[in-house]
């Protein structure tokens, strides 16, 4: 069975400080794909990445940057100097091989974020 | 309209009632999901429907009835409630080509009296 743990339940930093949510997964598949959504206060789930098994290089997209290490099963997010519109619950979740409209993904408890202006 | 839609935003219902939970989506998306979001639990995957035939029923209550009569829309009736079946819950929807990415709507925060 697929799992995803994010530890951290609630996280405050200042403005401007780096932050890294904290994502560990199980699953016995050798294909999988990793995700990070977003959810505002508004409440919509906002799509931030998505990553297959076979490509850990490491990513960045602005102040954005993900570390992915098969080694230790996990997938963990870094935002650079952080600002508050940051703030929001942060989602880790994992799905089988792309199932082409039947996707089932597992997802993490998530962490809350809040940036102290 | 963009994205996905869901309404009504907020609901609150008594055990009894018979209510319905809506959701459009604008992006020509082929498969529909429905998740419930609870308070310090993971994302709980409902339903899926895939070209309107639903493909996933994950063990939900009968209490919650799915419908999907087109590729854009999906509703969850709702009927006899518990106070439990408070939460969140989100439509998403997801493309053949997507690459299994799913586009989340806003959500319709349910509260059962």
């Known amino acids: 069975a697929q799992k995803v743990t994010q530890a951290q339940t609630e996280i405050s930093v200042v403005e401007k400080e780096d932050v890294t949510l904290d994502c560990v997964y199980e699953t016995r598949d050798t294909t999988y794909y990793l995700f990070w959504y977003k959810q505002p206060p508004s409440g919509e789930l906002v799509f931030l990445i998505r990553?297959?098994?076979?490509?850990?290089q490491n990513e960045i997209s602005g102040r954005y940057s993900w570390n992915f290490q098969k080694s230790t099963s996990s997938f963990n997010f870094t935002i650079t100097a952080s600002q508050v519109v940051d703030s929001a619950v942060y989602f880790c979740a994992l799905s089988e091989e792309a199932n082409f409209g039947n996707e089932k993904l597992t997802f993490g408890t998530g962490t809350r974020l809040t940036i102290i202006p | 309209e963009t994205g996905v839609t869901q309404t009504p935003r907020h609901l609150v219902m008594g055990m009894t009632n018979k209510k319905s939970l809506k959701c459009e989506q604008h992006l020509g998306h082929n498969a529909m999901y429905w998740y419930k979001q609870s308070a310090k639990k993971p994302l709980e995957l409902m339903f899926v429907?895939?070209?309107?035939?639903?493909?996933e029923n994950n063990s939900v209550p009968s209490r919650f009835s799915p419908e999907c009569p087109n590729s854009s829309h999906l509703f969850l009736h709702l009927h006899t409630l518990q106070p439990e079946d408070s939460a969140l819950y989100l439509c998403?929807?997801?493309?053949?080509?997507?690459?299994?990415?799913?586009?989340f709507g806003a959500g319709s925060r349910l509260t059962v009296l």
């Open positions: 998403a929807s997801s493309s053949f080509s997507g690459a299994n990415v799913l586009t």
């Open positions: 429907y895939n070209f309107k035939e639903q493909t």
């Open positions: 990553r297959n098994s076979f490509d850990e």
